[in-house]
Protein backbone atom coordinates (compact mmCIF):
# COMPACT_ATOMS: atom_id res chain seq x y z
CA UNK A 1 0.00 0.00 0.00
CA UNK A 2 1.08 3.32 -0.78
CA UNK A 3 -0.22 6.99 0.04
CA UNK A 4 1.82 9.94 -0.50
CA UNK A 5 -0.14 12.03 2.23
CA UNK A 6 1.21 9.05 4.59
CA UNK A 7 3.87 10.79 6.62
CA UNK A 8 5.75 7.88 9.32
CA UNK A 9 6.29 8.34 12.99
CA UNK A 10 9.62 6.81 12.83
CA UNK A 11 11.09 5.83 16.70
CA UNK A 12 14.83 6.32 16.39
CA UNK A 13 16.94 4.45 19.26
CA UNK A 14 20.76 5.97 18.62
CA UNK A 15 23.89 4.84 20.10
CA UNK A 16 25.54 8.17 22.01
CA UNK A 17 29.04 6.94 20.88
CA UNK A 18 28.49 6.71 17.54
CA UNK A 19 25.16 6.56 15.50
CA UNK A 20 24.08 9.49 17.58
CA UNK A 21 27.03 11.71 16.14
CA UNK A 22 26.56 10.63 12.69
CA UNK A 23 22.70 12.15 13.06
CA UNK A 24 24.27 15.24 14.78
CA UNK A 25 26.83 15.47 11.84
CA UNK A 26 24.01 14.98 9.32
CA UNK A 27 22.95 18.25 10.92
CA UNK A 28 25.94 20.37 11.17
CA UNK A 29 26.97 19.44 7.20
CA UNK A 30 23.01 20.26 6.66
CA UNK A 31 22.98 16.61 4.92
CA UNK A 32 19.23 16.80 4.21
CA UNK A 33 17.10 13.67 5.03
CA UNK A 34 13.76 12.63 6.32
CA UNK A 35 11.87 14.61 8.80
CA UNK A 36 10.07 11.31 10.22
CA UNK A 37 12.44 10.24 12.77
CA UNK A 38 12.63 11.05 16.32
CA UNK A 39 15.49 10.52 17.92
CA UNK A 40 16.24 8.93 21.57
CA UNK A 41 19.37 8.44 22.30
CA UNK A 42 20.86 5.25 24.30
CA UNK A 43 24.48 4.31 25.53
CA UNK A 44 24.60 1.96 23.32
CA UNK A 45 22.56 -0.27 20.68
CA UNK A 46 23.54 -2.82 23.67
CA UNK A 47 20.72 -0.87 25.81
CA UNK A 48 17.50 -1.26 23.43
CA UNK A 49 15.59 -3.64 25.31
CA UNK A 50 12.83 -4.93 22.99
CA UNK A 51 10.07 -3.64 24.83
CA UNK A 52 11.21 -0.43 23.54
CA UNK A 53 10.82 -1.54 20.44
CA UNK A 54 7.01 -2.91 21.35
CA UNK A 55 6.31 -0.03 23.67
CA UNK A 56 7.26 2.94 20.79
CA UNK A 57 5.01 0.41 18.09
CA UNK A 58 2.04 0.33 20.00
CA UNK A 59 1.84 3.81 21.21
CA UNK A 60 1.93 4.50 17.50
CA UNK A 61 5.32 4.54 16.01
CA UNK A 62 4.86 3.44 12.08
CA UNK A 63 8.67 2.01 12.23
CA UNK A 64 11.46 2.00 14.68
CA UNK A 65 15.04 2.45 13.76
CA UNK A 66 17.95 0.47 16.03
CA UNK A 67 21.46 2.51 15.30
CA UNK A 68 24.81 1.41 16.63
CA UNK A 69 28.36 1.47 16.26
CA UNK A 70 30.10 -1.22 13.92
CA UNK A 71 30.48 -4.46 14.84
CA UNK A 72 33.94 -4.66 16.90
CA UNK A 73 33.64 -1.11 17.79
CA UNK A 74 31.09 -0.72 20.25
CA UNK A 75 32.39 1.11 23.49
CA UNK A 76 31.08 -1.60 25.63
CA UNK A 77 33.15 -3.94 23.73
CA UNK A 78 30.02 -6.75 22.12
CA UNK A 79 26.90 -5.39 23.04
CA UNK A 80 26.16 -4.87 19.46
CA UNK A 81 26.43 -8.36 19.17
CA UNK A 82 23.97 -8.65 21.79
CA UNK A 83 21.87 -5.66 19.89
CA UNK A 84 21.71 -8.37 16.34
CA UNK A 85 21.17 -11.07 18.38
CA UNK A 86 17.91 -9.45 19.58
CA UNK A 87 17.33 -7.70 16.99
CA UNK A 88 16.92 -11.06 15.30
CA UNK A 89 14.78 -12.51 17.87
CA UNK A 90 12.33 -9.46 17.75
CA UNK A 91 11.95 -9.10 13.99
CA UNK A 92 11.05 -12.83 14.37
CA UNK A 93 8.60 -11.70 17.40
CA UNK A 94 6.70 -9.26 15.38
CA UNK A 95 6.27 -11.14 12.17
CA UNK A 96 5.00 -13.70 14.11
CA UNK A 97 2.22 -11.04 15.47
CA UNK A 98 1.75 -9.96 11.94
CA UNK A 99 4.47 -6.38 11.83
CA UNK A 100 6.62 -6.52 8.55
CA UNK A 101 10.01 -6.62 8.89
CA UNK A 102 10.69 -3.80 7.07
CA UNK A 103 9.61 -1.77 10.25
CA UNK A 104 12.05 -2.64 11.97
CA UNK A 105 15.44 -2.20 11.14
CA UNK A 106 19.33 -2.06 12.55
CA UNK A 107 21.76 0.13 11.31
CA UNK A 108 25.73 -0.08 11.72
CA UNK A 109 26.67 4.40 11.53
CA UNK A 110 29.84 5.45 13.03
CA UNK A 111 29.94 8.89 13.81
CA UNK A 112 31.91 9.92 10.57
CA UNK A 113 29.27 8.11 8.73
CA UNK A 114 26.63 11.45 8.98
CA UNK A 115 25.61 10.60 5.32
CA UNK A 116 24.94 6.74 5.65
CA UNK A 117 23.00 7.38 8.58
CA UNK A 118 20.81 10.06 6.36
CA UNK A 119 20.34 7.38 3.55
CA UNK A 120 19.23 4.79 5.96
CA UNK A 121 17.05 7.14 7.35
CA UNK A 122 15.55 7.45 4.23
CA UNK A 123 15.20 4.34 3.17
CA UNK A 124 13.42 3.01 5.99
CA UNK A 125 10.76 6.42 5.72
CA UNK A 126 10.62 4.98 2.24
CA UNK A 127 10.14 1.09 3.39
CA UNK A 128 7.33 2.55 6.20
CA UNK A 129 5.66 4.28 3.48
CA UNK A 130 5.28 1.91 0.91
CA UNK A 131 3.92 -0.72 4.03
CA UNK A 132 1.23 2.70 5.03
CA UNK A 133 0.91 3.17 9.20
CA UNK A 134 0.72 0.42 11.33
CA UNK A 135 -1.79 1.33 13.80
CA UNK A 136 -0.70 -1.31 16.18
CA UNK A 137 -2.23 0.34 18.89
CA UNK A 138 -5.97 0.09 17.56
CA UNK A 139 -5.38 -4.12 17.94
CA UNK A 140 -4.87 -3.49 21.40
CA UNK A 141 -7.42 -2.58 24.08
CA UNK A 142 -7.94 0.87 24.94
CA UNK A 143 -6.30 0.01 28.31
CA UNK A 144 -2.29 -0.64 29.95
CA UNK A 145 -2.82 -4.02 29.70
CA UNK A 146 -1.20 -4.20 26.05
CA UNK A 147 2.00 -3.09 27.65
CA UNK A 148 2.08 -5.44 29.95
CA UNK A 149 0.94 -8.23 27.07
CA UNK A 150 3.88 -7.03 25.44
CA UNK A 151 6.54 -7.57 28.18
CA UNK A 152 5.03 -10.76 28.90
CA UNK A 153 6.16 -12.09 25.36
CA UNK A 154 9.28 -10.51 26.21
CA UNK A 155 9.92 -12.39 28.61
CA UNK A 156 8.93 -15.97 27.11
CA UNK A 157 11.45 -15.04 25.04
CA UNK A 158 14.34 -13.14 27.95
CA UNK A 159 16.89 -16.17 26.99
CA UNK A 160 17.00 -15.68 23.59
CA UNK A 161 17.14 -12.19 23.75
CA UNK A 162 19.48 -11.92 26.71
CA UNK A 163 17.34 -9.89 28.59
CA UNK A 164 18.07 -9.43 32.49
CA UNK A 165 15.97 -8.36 34.67
S1 LIG B 1 28.62 1.83 22.22
FE1 LIG B 1 27.73 2.07 20.23
S2 LIG B 1 26.76 0.17 19.90
FE2 LIG B 1 27.71 -0.11 21.82
Known sequence: MSDDSFEPKIVGF???WCSYRAADLAGTAR???????RIIRVMCSGRVDPTFVFKALSLGADGVMIAGCHPGECHYIE???KAMRRFH??????TAMGVEEKRVQLVWASAAEGQQLAEAIDRL????K???PLNWSKN?????D????????????????????
Open 14 to 16: LCN
Open 146 to 165: RIHALEDIVNEHNEAMEVLR
Open 130 to 132: ELG
Open 79 to 81: QNY
Open 89 to 94: MLRHTL
Open 125 to 128: VADV
Open 140 to 144: WAENG
Open 31 to 37: IAHAPNI
